[in-house]
């Protein structure tokens, strides 16, 4: 069975653009959740959906980070007027919820975006 | 908040030697403690995981006790290998919200295993 996957691996943009990262969950798995990981630094919880609802939006850093899951698979979290500190490798995770306190979350290979 | 203190790299050791990478946690709740490694080239994967106290989770060699009078959870490997070359992180979840399980990552620590 296929893992998680994100696309693009790799995306260079100039400040001020707006950009789409997707993310396609493992088959099955209602829980989905995004992360960051700036140079040097562990991943920083961003947004949770369970289905298709954002449960938990507590980690955008401002209203310029939106993401949406509309079918609850795939998601695309969506990043307008970009800014060079935005610069990072955005994780997606994915997780059966049965699983509870045990979950593990499976990670894709994430998106490095960088803004000029 | 909840937060995650892991030992500072690079940890630099010979194969065969004995390997510890300390973690601390503070969390506003009872966590769940996981150990998360990041080998060159590929995504994080979950090494190893402990649910309640006094559990210990272990995996490839790997074990770390879920201390709650300490707060810790030490990874340790009494023999390394060049493949065990990679980054760890230390996670914490508390369940808020239902059946949010979000992660606290501590920094990560690089760790290099030379023959």
């Known amino acids: 069975g296929a893992g998680v996957s994100q696309t693009p691996s790799n995306k260079v943009t100039e400040k001020g653009k707006y950009v789409e990262l997707r993310c396609d969950p493992i088959s099955g798995h209602t829980a989905l959740y995004w992360y960051r990981q700036s140079l040097g630094q562990g991943p920083e919880f961003l947004i949770y959906?369970?289905?298709?609802?954002?449960?938990?939006d507590s980690g955008l850093p401002n209203d310029r980070f939106f993401a949406v899951r509309p079918e609850g698979s795939v998601s695309t979290l969506k990043i307008q007027r970009t800014e060079r500190g935005d610069s990072a490798v955005y994780l997606c995770?994915?997780?059966?919820?049965?699983?509870?306190?045990?979950?593990?979350?499976?990670f894709g290979p994430g998106t490095r975006l960088t803004v000029l | 908040g909840d937060s995650v203190t892991q030992m500072e790299g690079p940890v630099t050791l010979s194969e065969e030697a004995f390997l510890t990478i300390n973690c601390t946690y503070t969390?506003?709740?009872?966590?769940?403690l996981f150990w998360y490694v990041q080998y060159p080239g590929e995504g994080l994967q979950l090494l190893l995981k402990a649910t309640k106290a006094d559990d210990k989770g272990s995996n490839k060699g790997f074990e770390a006790t879920y201390r709650k009078e300490t707060t810790s959870f030490h990874l340790e490997k009494g023999s390394v290998q060049v493949s065990d070359s990679a980054v760890y992180f230390c996670?914490?979840?508390?369940?808020?919200?239902?059946?949010?399980?979000?992660?606290?990552f501590g920094k990560g620590t690089l760790l290099t295993v030379n023959p």
């Open positions: 995770a994915s997780s059966p919820t049965t699983s509870g306190r045990s979950s593990e979350q499976f």
């Open positions: 959906f369970q289905g298709t609802g954002a449960a938990d």
């Open positions: 996670a914490l979840s508390v369940p808020s919200g239902g059946s949010n399980y979000k992660l606290t």
């Open positions: 969390a506003t709740g009872y966590p769940s």
